[in-house]
């Protein structure tokens, strides 16, 4: 699930969700929700986690196990 990935690439770089929040400038419970699989995330937040962390989207959207960017 894409929430999995989001939770277990911030755990692999140290970082709260406090941290990964003021990242995409909202609050921590609105990520906290994301992670959990309480709200959707919209696409343009699914593209600045994906920038956060370098990898792509459709890693994070389990399309790939391949977390490198095509380019």
């Given at each position: 699930m894409i929430f999995k990935r989001i939770k277990d690439l911030r755990e692999d770089n140290d970082l709260t969700q406090q941290a990964v929040a003021d990242k995409l400038y909202i609050n921590r419970r609105t990520y906290s929700a994301y992670?959990?699989?309480?709200?959707?995330?919209?696409?343009?937040?699914?593209?600045?986690?994906?920038?956060?962390?370098?990898?792509?989207?459709?890693?994070?959207?389990?399309?790939?196990?391949?977390?490198?960017?095509?380019?």
């Open positions: 992670e959990n699989g309480v709200n959707s995330m919209t696409p343009e937040t699914l593209i600045r986690i994906a920038d956060i962390y370098g990898v792509s989207v459709d890693y994070l959207l389990n399309r790939t196990d391949n977390p490198s960017i095509n380019k």
